[in-house]
């Protein structure tokens, strides 16, 4: 990030808003080495041939089919593994669980790395992570606080994610102004966009931020979204072709069907390469998109589309679930 964009970030963060063994071995047992034939006549040369042919292939078949199947239950065992699904009979019981699932990997990366990368969405999220306020076990010294996507208004709009973030989390824990990371809303969609981008990747250069060593975009720590009745998520939404963008880290976008229509959002890659992702859920005008997002039913909403490198968690209340 160029100097003086990196400054102009860092002079407006966190102001008052008024102000993401094959086992073929095994087998031998079953196919003795010497194979001989009940008549006592000796079979023609060319025979013994062939059997130890067979028998050969057969070996190798079979402990080829084993080593396949084996690759794939491996397989399915670590997708089933990175993703669970979380329900609760009440979102008060969801917001507690939630602030301890934050509070716990806040921990278990500020001890392994120094630092911990959380990205928030906005809407219903930030008063989810209401409960997040009162542990006091967690380090706010170490956070780095981003936005997964944001509405490109002044911080003081009521459409402001940076202002609804404020007022309900970042004004009550002491996390450091400079590890606030809001855009500049005084550029275009586009421009905010791309500045965004580049503060990303200076945090990249200076080892804040980590980088997915499959994926080559940015690895953050947690990625906390929401999702909407729609089953969008961010500001990817269904239909939209920011949905299928596959290059840039973050995205502009002019023409969002929910107002306002100017925002800046991450994009699927980034979203997928976080360690660890949590999507939180609630009310039952969302249960339709999160089951076509879960079942692959229909037609599946983005919010399908969200994954993790390490692991993702969908938190839903029950009315959320209530068509699973």
Known sequence: ?????????????????????????????????????????????????????????????????????????????????????EIYDAEENLAIDLAKYTADLSDKFCKERGAFTVVVSGGSLIKSLRKLVEVDSIDWSRWHFFWVDERVVPKHHEDSNYKLAYDSFLSKVPIPPGNVYAINDSLSAEAAADD??????????????????????????????????????????????????????????????KPPSDRITFTFPVINSSAHVALVVCGSGKAEAVQAALNKTGSVPPAGSVSAEDELVWFLDKPASSKL
């Open 196 to 257: 965004y981008e580049t503060c990303l990747r200076h945090l990249v250069k200076t080892n804040i931020l980590r980088v997915s060593e499959s994926t080559g975009f940015p690895k953050f720590d947690l990625t906390l979204l929401g999702m909407g009745p729609d089953g969008h998520v961010a500001s990817l939404f269904p239909g939209h072709g920011l949905c299928n963008e596959s290059k840039k880290w973050v995205a502009s976008i002019t023409d969002s069907p």
């Open 1 to 85: 990030m160029a100097s003086s964009s990196s400054c102009f970030l860092r002079s407006i963060l966190f102001s008052s808003p008024t102000n993401f063994p094959s086992r073929s071995d095994s087998l031998s047992a079953f196919f003795p080495k010497n194979l001989t034939c009940s008549s006592p006549s000796t079979p023609p040369p060319s025979l013994l041939l062939s059997v130890s042919s067979i028998r050969s292939r057969s070996i190798r078949r079979v402990g080829e089919s084993r080593r396949e199947v084996r690759r794939m239950a491996m397989k399915a065992s670590e997708t089933v593994n990175k993703k669970r699904v």
